[in-house]
């Protein structure tokens, strides 16, 4: 547990330490790119493009991405097979970290759309009087029973997976923020417009 807290504390104090600013960064370790066999993925494995996308459920940028730009991303880029989403947890404080914990009991293509559930409903539930009941309610409407999702928010080692591989993307990756994207090996950070992103995507996938 103590460790646990070290590490979050250490993601968090590094994400806010960066300006939010929507550029595209250098390229990151090839490493980055490996999928994890417990990967939340959307798209076909044959995508040109693989999209890894690092984020903290709390953070408004994030919420902000998912609502605007990565739903065009996934209409367009995603659904007509040239791009592939994997979805991984940046917690930058421990509400962040239980609502993941929570998220990760959702198996499949459910896991996205309950991950949008939570973005559309962020200030709802990350700044309520009493957050884990209303993370319970948004739970119950992705079909959760209540003796489930006390199981997952509880669950100790799931988040200490969590932190751990989050604490890898920053050590390893060179992920300093979020959102950020890292993308066939190339760092994006901030939430950027759809166009930026589009532009962006066009050239990596063009080999520029």
Same mark, same amino acid.
């Given at each position: 547990m103590?460790? /646990? #807290?070290?590490?979050? =504390?250490t993601l968090a104090v590094t994400a806010w330490a960066v300006p939010f600013v929507g550029v595209a960064g250098r390229r990151a370790s090839a490493q980055a790119m490996e %999928?994890?066999? &417990?990967?939340?993925?959307? @798209? +076909?494995?044959?995508a040109k493009l693989t999209i890894i996308e690092y984020a903290s459920l709390t953070c408004p940028h994030c919420a902000a991405l998912h609502e605007n730009a990565l739903? /065009? %991303?996934?209409?367009?880029? %995603?659904? $007509?097979? /040239?791009? /592939?989403? !994997?979805?991984r947890h940046y917690?930058? &404080? @421990?509400?962040?970290?239980? *609502?993941?914990? !929570?998220? $990760?009991?959702?198996d499949g293509d459910r896991f996205f759309g309950f991950l949008d559930l939570l973005f559309q409903n962020q200030q709802r539930w990350a700044r309520a009087d009493d957050p884990i009941k209303e993370l319970s309610q948004i739970s119950r409407l992705a079909g959760m029973s209540q +003796? #489930?999702?006390?199981?997952? !928010? =509880?669950?100790? *080692?799931?988040? &200490?997976?969590i932190v751990t591989r989050? #604490? #890898? *993307?920053?050590?390893e990756f060179g992920v300093e923020s979020t959102p950020t994207m890292i993308v066939n090996g190339r760092k %994006?950070? @901030?939430?950027?417009k759809f166009e930026e992103y589009d532009t962006i995507f066009a050239k990596i996938a063009g080999g520029t």
């Open positions: 103590k460790r /646990r #807290q070290i590490l979050l =504390g %999928i994890f066999p &417990d990967d939340h993925i959307l @798209g +076909s494995a044959d739903k /065009r %991303i996934k209409e367009s880029w %995603i659904a $007509d097979g /040239r791009a /592939r989403l !994997v979805f917690p930058l &404080d @421990g509400l962040a970290l239980r *609502a993941a914990a !929570v998220a $990760d009991c959702i +003796s #489930q999702f006390d199981s997952c !928010v =509880g669950n100790e *080692a799931a988040m &200490d997976k989050a #604490q #890898q *993307a920053r050590t %994006i950070e @901030g939430a950027l």
